[in-house]
């Protein structure tokens, strides 16, 4: 089963959407016309409009970094699955930890925006991850294997095609601490595993699971070596072309 390396950047609450529009720029020319990894980035929802325009003539794929599970109405601040889509917005992150931890995102919450994405045919990139205490308490796979089955309730065979999922180990998240390679991989194997009992083998196999937590350059190839290592969902260091670049280099180099 060959799966699509997937390179995503989470610019977090970062970029005014002039500054987004050199990074997008720069981008667009360093990895925008290449097509053996695909290309995705997260700017905050003021810069997406600009950056959808750059993005169009290039191989960049545009993401949102949440998105509300409601389709309109009274709900002040908030985002829709169709206001995403009607921007060329391909992907949307969903679940992240800092969401969860600072927003009070449950997975009930979390599942009800993976349906709202896939009913307006967006893909969500679904995070996951363990805390610092929760991995010291040796319950890491446990957490997981939660998050996967709550978050995917209901989730639809016939949409499979449109998941990714993002293991984030939530003590690696901005905080220059990686997971080891075989640590990463040890937890991607078992997410795959769930994934498999939920939609049968070969849709299993087909989701791409992507590692993030404090990805760079420097370790980048390591990681995507792994073999249920599908790519990278990237903070830090997709804030300059040049960093978040050499790891959409190191996954040209992983799938050669
Ligand atoms: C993230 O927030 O999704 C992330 C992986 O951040 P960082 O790369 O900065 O650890």
Redesign the pocket.
């Known amino acids: 089963m060959s799966r699509k390396y997937l390179i995503a950047g989470?610019w977090?609450m970062n970029k005014t959407a002039t500054e987004a529009a050199d990074l997008v720029q720069e981008i667009n020319s360093l990895a925008g016309s290449q097509t053996s990894v695909q290309v995705c980035i997260c700017p905050s929802f003021t810069a997406l409009s600009k950056s959808s325009e750059l993005v169009e003539e290039s191989e960049v794929f545009l993401g949102a970094q949440d998105m509300s599970p409601e389709p309109s109405g009274a709900f002040t601040g908030e985002v829709s699955a169709e206001m995403l889509r009607d921007l060329y917005v391909t992907f949307v992150i969903l679940g992240?930890s800092?969401r969860r931890q600072y927003f009070n995102e449950t997975n009930e919450v979390i599942n009800r925006k993976i349906l709202a994405a896939i009913q307006n045919n967006l893909k969500p990139i679904f995070?996951i991850g363990e805390t610092l205490d929760e991995r010291e308490s040796g319950s890491t796979l446990e957490v997981v294997r939660t998050q996967v089955r709550e978050g995917l309730a209901g989730y639809p065979s016939s949409a499979i095609e449109n998941l990714v999922l993002?293991y984030?180990p939530v003590w690696?998240?901005?905080?220059g601490k990686t997971a080891t390679d075989e640590m990463a991989q040890e937890v991607h194997a078992d997410i795959r595993k769930v994934l498999k009992e939920m939609f049968g083998d070969s849709a299993g196999d087909s989701v791409r699971i992507l590692y993030?937590?404090?990805?760079k350059p420097e370790n980048a190839d390591g990681l995507l070596s792994q073999p249920d290592v599908d790519g990278g969902?990237?903070?830090?260091?997709s804030l300059t072309s040049r960093a978040f670049c050499g790891i959409v280099d190191a996954a040209g180099r992983a799938c050669a």
């Open positions: 989470n977090k992240h800092e995070c993002a984030e690696a998240i901005g905080t993030g937590g404090s990805m969902l990237i903070g830090g260091a």
